[in-house]
């Protein structure tokens, strides 16, 4: 489904009835990502799938998409859709977002699940491989995307989940030059949001791995005991979804169904 917004399209899909689930993916994904989940968790519950800003079937917004930007895109859809409550499961920049969105809309959430994503800012190392990044893309945005998709998985799994990691780098070439851009400078100025993880309003969940390539995993395990909140641990990579699919499924299941 498709939501006119400044003048944009923000594509969406919107199953099921029962209590509200918003999934939302990852830089250089899209909400294709969520679909061997659907008919799972589309028997008891109503899920909204939304293509952020720049990525998937959804127009890029200006230069920058910051997360509090694409915030406000999200909660178009649920506005549009009369949606009051929901429980947000994010993947890695999907969780920045769901994250600046509990921040303007604290009563407006069930449950928050930081799926391979962190509450805390950029370091300043890390912000300049965002600028290395942006360069890389400007020079060759496609060999930027192959080697960013393979090097999100674990060093074991590149081989076992390779018919995966094709198909998702087939999905990520479609992103847009401004879209990746966009969502790396978006990224870059993110506050730290840790605060949230803390609050009494909002059940939180984080979904951390052990070789996650990207994220710090003790640093990841030091958030969550700082918060005081539920982790649900995995062997692999960043791709949790994928690599870890069965039982990320359940954890899922579990926390909703909680």
């Not at 076992?160 to 030059?177: G, H, M, N, W, Y």
Request: glycine share 6%.
């Amino acid at each position: 489904m498709i939501l006119e917004y400044k003048g944009i399209n923000i594509f969406y899909k919107d199953e099921g009835k029962g209590q509200v689930i918003v999934l939302l993916h990852g830089f250089l994904e899209n909400s294709k990502m969520w679909d061997a989940f659907l008919p799972k968790l589309t028997q008891k519950n109503r899920v909204v799938c939304i293509d952020l800003l720049g990525h998937g079937q959804t127009d890029c917004l200006g230069y920058i998409h910051s997360m509090e930007l694409m915030a406000k895109v999200v909660e178009a859809v649920l506005n549009h859709l009369k949606i009051k409550q929901s429980i947000f499961i994010g993947h890695s920049m999907g969780a920045y977002v769901a994250l600046a969105f509990a921040e303007k809309n604290p009563n407006a959430l069930d449950g928050l699940c930081l799926m391979n994503s962190t509450a805390d800012e950029d370091s300043k190392e890390r912000k300049k491989n965002r600028d290395r990044a942006i360069l890389a893309v400007k020079q060759n945005h496609k060999m930027f995307i192959r080697l960013a998709i393979s090097n999100l998985f674990s060093p074991d799994n590149r081989t076992t989940f390779i018919e995966d990691i094709k198909q998702i780098t087939r999905e990520a070439l479609q992103t847009p030059l401004q879209g990746i851009v966009a969502a790396l400078e978006g990224m870059k100025i993110r506050p730290n949001r840790e605060v949230i993880l803390s609050s009494k309003k909002i059940r939180v969940m984080m979904i951390i791995s052990k070789k996650d390539p990207v994220l710090d995993y003790s640093l990841l395990v030091l958030q969550a005991k700082k918060a005081n909140i539920k982790v649900v641990e995995f062997p692999d990579g960043h791709m949790s979804h994928i690599e870890n699919k069965s039982d990320f499924l359940q954890q899922i299941m579990y926390f909703v169904e909680k």
